[in-house]
């Protein structure tokens, strides 16, 4: 097993000096959230991430989960000791309200501590990151009925959750959905249909599983506005509201996979017996609404785990490389050192701890948006970051997983041929950490939402607002002298994007295609600006703090240079991309299809 | 099982118009490579891959290796006909000299055959593979008599062959190589020691293996300079020169890996039982010499699994695009479209084969320059292009390995959620892909080597000479207004390179650890200027032909077309690699190790 250590310090520092933890502590309903609580919180969370779930996280990996004749899936040893315990001490409803059981905390904590549980165990984790993405769904949707039902157990983690949209044919375009509803006549609906991908759609860990399913009623329009959102319980209640009569759900197969071996990955049949009973969620028609916020929810989640899993990795390599002795000092010619003193290793080391700090300050921040957004009494103020946080929603899932697949990656290489065996255990990291950038929406599907929705519909008025913010913090970095080169640096790539910007919004009519086409190298491109914005942020407080003599003059010191380090070894291929952006829209548009 | 197409028509494209089929064919020993042979060569060598290396590719990964109680290395289902198949096709001897057994063919017949068979199949290619390295190292080092009893039993595929430097504490760094041999007092040696890592260590597939272990004699100078080679078969010979006793080795584990399942890694233990017998070659102490030869041979072709895999998984993603219908055309509106007409899909598609025929070209042409060195009869000609492979060696296996996971890891993009479950194969390519930047030298190995010996030592002298030949190009290609903007990005980008290569220079002496920080950028850095180098020759050659009204106008406008998109979607990388080239070494040698 590789070790983990919370990298509390890091968090600590990006909750406090870059996300704003006072200022969302002082929101009202988040009075909860003093720095005590939250520091007591995210060493509780650590302790439980390296002592309850890193153990069993190898294992879960060789063993996998497996369906039995009879239907059943088993999940690896020590899942379910290690789900009661997540369940009993109460982290499933960290953030949810307090009238529905949760603990009410903001966001901005709830996120490290889940980075730890992804670091940790990243196939385990999926099963409770799927009651706080229903959550949120059923507290929007649902009716009071239907919370009083539902809503507790998810947010307890007494029930499963799960969140069926894939069929065959309807993956990334859900208007495809052909899963039916038929009124029963007595309120309920009977549902058919074959859904697939479907994470811990089956499994004993819970008493009972709540699948929400994307389904058609009769007559219902065509695509995405005849889609009706239904709550299917595995078994049906009874008078006492316990699992009673078992539904007609049934897991058919579940997937071979390259990783997360440890959550099954099922799929699922309905109504093969007569009709699964479902109940519609909120309005006909509008499951897809609902879902999205479910979705988005989950694509926070999965950006969070790019950065969890980069981590891990960042930490096992680490260790490797200061443990590993090959080869000679290239200038002294001394024998007998840790491979952490060869250049390429240590500069793979930085640029990995730089691209971890990046996502984290970038996941933590749009975490403190989303606060101020859903808390602040001030409708501009909590306007403008509800505004920040749609636009950079798909750079948080599409840049962050992206990013920690490359961690990962270059992990492995700090390995050398130890990474390549499984035994080590970071291949895992790497395996597991494929799955990031295609579920709950495709890098591909995030650059379009990104470009499409985000920017064009609104003629980059957004992103414009933040370049400006961005080039407040230029300003401020250009009248210190320590901090000047980074300032300069992040100046220049933030004019990168401005230039990509700016041909996006004069082709985004008439060269639609063209546009669309350099979207994943514009989502790049943003996530590395924004990501070297929040390094260069993470300097300036360093530099505040080590100007006013306080904390850990080495550590602060760090991020200073973790900053230089970022605009000269990342920061660069903001030139590229936005390059790519403007260029290769036209031949890839002119290539012909026939001539591939 | 993915469908294999061989790309014969990009391969001989690239022979004839880039790598100078017929100027080598016309050199003193090569005349054996006709036109109408080399055309059946490769028809054929097609046929073979596509119809019966490829079959067996994915039950190789499924089924793996296994030892059993009793010592044998079992593998996979249908190597044992693959094989023998193969074998007796002689393919192995291809490029071998007439004289060995082999059919003296020149190597850049050879590569694109071998590309077809790594394209198909590399788990199980990695085994004859190894004997074109022990027959290049055996005609160069091995006696007479020693050619005469091993070298044709390796070139015919007989036996087989293996290669053995690594050490548990001597993996990059075999100056830590601890395996000893001893004089036996009648002209063999007996050896000592274990060696991990080893390719086909152990199977049945031949009648016996030939080992070239390296080890130390008794009282050897310390480090490499005290490394000899040794010949240590599996079976010794009887009088009939036949496998006959058993020699004291044996394989006592095989790895548990993430990709080449069908390949068995093992830990060959030497000399349980009182020594294994041995037979010196070459010079005592000069086995390192020995061994690069063998090693560089292995290099190349490792930069050649890196086009073939990315040439499958290019395929395989092309075929997955056409086929799979998803979403709707973001112009029109259409429905019921293959993901092909997304733009983003297609600009995925276009990066991909892009890369592939960048990697081919640069490997072709590199195979073109070692057959020049080798046969050309004007020395300074020769003498010429021996200098080239030698400097772009390190790149021909360090950027197409890298390239060809990146290319790997895009295919599953492209199959979204159908790429990370295994039963569409994508998964074992990108599995199988990610040893090829590890094994005979790490992508950090190969930029020392590029950065210390093939650049500082002479002072950037044949770079300098290359980059003319590559503002040659530029030129010509200022003169065709259908090429000029083609020519302007290919001349920015060569002096990005030449603006790194200046850095380097200027640093070298004083700042060798900023240099070595950023060696591996710089290898990015040439390998993307000169895979943009061939497709500018290849838009060149294509719009050479079209202008003269030769050939397919379709296919030749298309590589017109590639090639300004690599200037637009790959060459720009440059940009940000010189950057991080010239800025990310001094942050990286200031960090505190300490500080991570």
Known sequence: MIDYTAPLRDMQFILSELAGLDEIAALPGCEEATPDLVAAILEEAGKFAAGVLAPINRQGDLQGCRLTADGRVVTPDGWQEAYDLFRESGWIGLSA???????????????????????????????????????????????????????????????????????????????????????????????????????????????NIVHLVLARLPDAPAGVKGLSLFIVPKYLLDADGNPGAKNDVRCIAIEHKMGIHGSPTCTMSYGDEGGATGWLVGEPNR??????????????????????????????????ARERVQGRNALTGEAGLPIIHHPDVKRNLLSMRARVMAMRALLYTAAGWFDVAHHHPDAAQADKCRRYVDLLMPVAKGWCTEIGNEVCDDAIQVFGGMGFVEETGIAQYFRDARIITIYEGTTGIQANDLVGRKILREEGATLRELLADIRGTT??????????????DLSTHAENLESALDWVLANGKDNLADVLAGAVPFLHLLGTVVGGWQ?????????????????????????????????????????????TVREAGGPVSRFSEAAF
């Open 97 to 207: 309200p307090t009238e529905h059981g949760g603990q009410g905390l903001p966001k901005l904590v709830s996120t490290p501590v889940w980075e730890m549980w992804f670091s940790t165990n990243m196939a385990f984790t999926m099963l409770p990151q799927l009651n706080v993405s229903q959550a949120e769904a059923l507290q929007i949707a649902a009716s009071e009925d239907q919370k009083a039902t539902w809503l507790g157990k998810v947010v307890s983690g007494e029930w499963g959750s799960t969140m069926n949209l894939t069929e065959p044919q309807a993956g990334s375009d859900l208007a495809a959905t052909r899963c039916r509803a038929e009124p029963a006549g007595d309120g309920t609906y009977k549902l058919f249909g074959q859904k697939i991908f479907i994470s811990y759609g089956e499994h004993e860990l819970t008493p």
């Open 287 to 320: 499951g897809l609404e609902t879902m999205f916020i479910m979705m988005n929810e989950a694509r926070f989640g999965v950006g969070v785990q790019g950065a969890g899993l980069a981590e891990r990795a960042y930490q096992a390599a680490l260790a490797y």
């Open 475 to 488: 300003a401020q970095l250009a009248e210190d002298p320590v901090l000047v080169s980074i300032g300069v």
């Open 535 to 579: 390094l260069a942020r993470a300097a300036q407080a360093a530099q505040r703090r080590l100007a006013a003599g306080e904390g850990d003059g080495a550590y602060l010191a760090s991020l200073v240079e973790l900053a230089r380090f970022y605009m000269a070894g990342i920061a660069p291929r903001a030139l590229a991309h936005a390059e």
